[in-house]
Every structure is written in structure tokens, then in C-alpha cells.
């Protein structure tokens, strides 16, 4: 199938994805589009029909909740067979629930293993600031030693004035 610019009508009261959607309907039902045919990269599309990629997004999504389309990642967004369309609600919504579930139990695994982290972090916290209480507690104590050792420097011991005399007894 081909895609031209030409298939979009810009000023019409029908918006873009819904014009793009309804057309990709019709070539479907009308033959132009089989099942298992793969339809352009969202990108690739978007670019050849001159809209933004947002707009061709959002007329696939639809498609694929109406059950018209599937999106396979690695494999690209594909036409279902007609005896798997249905309207929504139908294959199209069940396996996203089926990876929801799968991808549920991935996230509380992801939690646990978070949880554990952040208890392992929060004991190296406490740990961690009981050593830098010891730290700033051994500096103020190093200060005081290195100001009253500066003190006793100062203080002339050497010398016999400042040494007081002992008396002696007269006997």
C-alpha cells in the first residue's frame, strides 16, 4: 500500500489521527492491507504523510484497541487476522494485561531489592555519622592538646625567674 500526503484533508472537522485511523480501517477491509502485512515504522509514516509523529501514534493506538492492529515490539505494528479482530476488550487488551502481570512482578522485585538497599544504606548512615562524631570529638580534643601544648611553650620554663624558688629551713 501506499502512503501519500494526499490521503489527509488538513482543514476538515475530522482531526488527523482519526483521518489517518479511518483510513487504514478501510484499506484493511477493502482488501489493501492482508493480515500479517506490516505497517511502516510510526516514524517513517508520519513523516510520509507529512504529520507529526504524536498523530500517527495515536491513530495506531487506536487501531490496536479496536483490535484491527497489534504492535509486536521487534517485529513492528501488524494487521490481526479477521478471526482475532474484535472491538475492544478483546486480544489486543489481553495481552497487555498478560504483560502487565509479568511486568507487576518485575516492579515489586525491583521494590524489594530497593528496600533491602535503602535499609543497608540507612545502617551506613548511622554508622557512618557515629565515626564522624567520634572524628569532630577527636579533633576538638587534638586542638585543645596542640593550643595548651602552644601555651606551655610560650611560657618560659628555662628560666629562673620563672621558676619559683623553694625556702629552705633554717635549721
Known amino acids: 500500500m501506499r502512503w501519500q500526503p494526499e490521503l ?22 477493502d482488501g489493501r492491507l492482508r493480515a500479517g ?7 517513517l509514516l508520519a513523516e510520509t ?3 507529526a509523529r ?13 483490535g484491527v492492529l497489534i504492535r509486536r515490539r521487534g517485529r513492528g505494528t501488524t494487521v490481526l487476522p479477521r478471526a482475532d479482530r474484535s472491538p475492544a476488550g478483546s486480544r489486543a487488551t489481553i495481552e497487555p494485561a498478560a504483560t502487565q502481570a509479568v511486568r507487576l512482578a ?6 524489594q531489592e530497593l528496600n533491602a538497599r535503602l ?9 557512618l555519622a557515629g565515626e564522624l562524631f567520634l572524628l569532630r570529638r577527636q579533633r576538638e580534643w587534638n586542638r585543645a592538646l596542640r593550643e595548651r601544648n602552644a601555651r606551655r611553650r610560650a611560657t618560659p620554663f628555662n628560666s629562673a625567674e620563672s621558676i619559683p624558688r623553694r625556702r629552705r629551713k633554717r635549721s
Not at 489527509?8 to 477491509?29: C, M, S
Not at 518485575?106 to 521494590?111: C, D, F, G, S, T
Open 119 to 127: 535499609q543497608r544504606l540507612e545502617a551506613l548512615q548511622e554508622r
Open 8 to 29: 489527509l484533508t488538513r482543514n476538515a472537522d475530522t482531526p488527523l489521527h482519526e483521518q489517518l485511523a479511518q483510513h487504514i480501517r478501510a484499506a484493511v477491509a
Open 37 to 43: 502485512d506490516v505497517l511502516p515504522p510510526e516514524p
Open 106 to 111: 518485575q516492579l515489586q522485585a525491583i521494590e
Open 54 to 66: 504524536g498523530t500517527a501514534a495515536r491513530a495506531i493506538q487506536r487501531l490496536v484497541l479496536e
Open 49 to 51: 504523510l507529512g504529520v
